[in-house]
């Protein structure tokens, strides 16, 4: 089954600097990639996506590239602020069985200090 | 519109003893999706429902945890008897078809098992 890795598990910026969260996944088959945003006591929340055919895709402050040959995947939030501290996922999903699959990474914990 | 439904958001119990979860998933969406989330941990799929139909349940421990989705719509979760492994947070997720769609996510339900 797809496996995917998520680094760091921590991580500490002050505000306005950027944060990078990178992860790789297993499975050449996964064809789409989204970002989870988590904060305490909620649930996660879809915050940018990016499909196996395009290799960057950005919102406002908020971008996401895709190396598909090095199966990595990296999420990039500029001029941060207190409000984006959170945990991060990344996903990837596969097709299985007919349905598409979703594999969840550790998590990153991400605190902008003000 | 209103989002994924979930009760209780908190709840307590004994080892061995029993317990269920409740989900109402977004109106209109056929796929729905029950994570397990452990401290630390990214979620993990316990079970994918297509409307009331089981796609992928493979990660399921079958022989304490059941799932049913009543008519397409709600769904509940129950685990029987309970493991002290067993504490988590207990995600409700829904699509609109279970492809490469958005998935809405619940508060969750935080499970302590003593």
């Known amino acids: 089954g797809e496996n995917v890795e998520q680094h760091p598990s921590t991580l500490s910026v002050q505000e306005g600097d950027s944060a990078v969260i990178k992860c790789t996944y297993s499975?050449?088959?996964?064809?789409?990639f989204p970002w989870y945003k988590q904060e305490l006591g909620k649930g996660p929340q879809l915050i940018i996506d990016?499909?196996?055919?395009?290799g960057e895709k950005k919102d406002q402050r908020i971008a996401v590239t895709l190396n598909k040959t090095a199966k990595h995947f990296s999420l990039h939030i500029t001029e941060t602020q207190p409000e984006d501290s959170a945990v991060y996922f990344c996903?990837?999903?596969?097709?299985?069985?007919?349905?598409?699959?979703?594999?969840f990474g550790t998590g990153t914990k991400l605190q902008v200090i003000p | 519109e209103a989002g994924v439904a979930q009760s209780p958001r908190y709840k307590i119990i004994e080892k061995r003893q029993s317990v269920a979860f409740w989900c109402n998933p977004i109106?209109?969406?056929?796929?729905l999706y029950w994570y397990q989330q452990i401290l630390g941990q990214g979620p993990k799929l316990l079970i994918q429902?297509?409307?009331?139909?089981?796609?992928?349940d493979s990660q399921l421990p079958k022989d304490r945890f059941s799932a049913e989705r009543l008519k397409g719509v709600d769904s509940t979760l129950k685990i029987q008897p309970a493991k002290l492994e067993d504490s988590a947070v207990y995600l409700c997720?829904?699509?609109?078809?279970?492809?490469?769609?958005?998935?809405?996510f619940g508060p969750g339900t935080r499970l302590t098992v003593l």
């Open positions: 499975d050449s088959a996964s064809n789409y």
């Open positions: 996903a990837a999903t596969s097709n299985s069985g007919g349905y598409q699959k979703v594999t």
């Open positions: 990016i499909r196996s055919n395009v």
């Open positions: 109106s209109g969406h056929a796929t």
């Open positions: 429902f297509q409307n009331n139909g089981v796609v992928d």
């Open positions: 997720a829904s699509s609109i078809t279970g492809g490469r769609d958005t998935q809405y």
